[in-house]
């Protein structure tokens, strides 16, 4: 793929992300109504346009993908992968002792930085924060590393305890989305309580999409 198909593919796959991280996608700006909906789970079928998911939850769920959806995947990295300049999304909960502890990190690629920069409210744990900005310094230690990002001319310290899942993005496409494959999807949800969607975010080679 030309490198310039790649980065508008990314960009375009994985703006969804970053978007609802702040609370912001196109459907719902065109339907405030809709509320935000992100679903973590795996799939159970693909049949047109009609996505079976069975949730975390446990939950059976229905999911129409909009025309021209899109889909990337995670896969694997490490936090020695992570160095000053990078743009990441960084899931955390506070700290007893200060500061705040990673849950998950997505490093994105160089094509989207700045994507969705900002600190948010976050459900993948009760009171989790979703921090998309530019790391400044990346301090290594026994246990893991402590970053500082940098996000609107504000500072956050996060530390990464070793075992904290890190992933960053690579092409997907429909035959990536098979039974069995889970999935992270941000999708809204209309007054009827019917979902939608034009971003899936798949796991690749076993890694499970950990925002």
Known sequence: MHLSTLRKYLINSV??????????????????????????GTVVSLAGDQLQVKSREGQALTITLNKGW??????????????????????????SAGGDGALEVLIF?????????????????????MTNATVGDAVKSVDGSTVTVNYHGKEKKISIPNGTPVVTLAQATAEDVQPG?????????????????GQLIVGKNGVVPPM
């Open 181 to 197: 494959t889970a999935v992270f999807i941000p999708s809204q949800k209309d007054a009827k309580g019917m979902l939608s969607t």
């Open 15 to 40: 703006a969804g992300i970053a978007l609802v991280a702040g609370g912001l996608t196109a459907a719902t700006a065109a339907n405030p109504a809709d509320q935000i909906v992100r679903v973590r």
């Open 70 to 95: 899109m889909a990337s995947a995670v896969v694997k990295a490490s936090i020695s992968d992570i160095k000053p300049g990078d743009f990441v999304g960084i899931a955390s909960l506070p700290k």
């Open 109 to 129: 690629p160089p094509a989207l930085k700045g994507t969705g920069e900002g600190s948010y409210g976050w459900d993948l744990k009760p009171n989790s924060t």
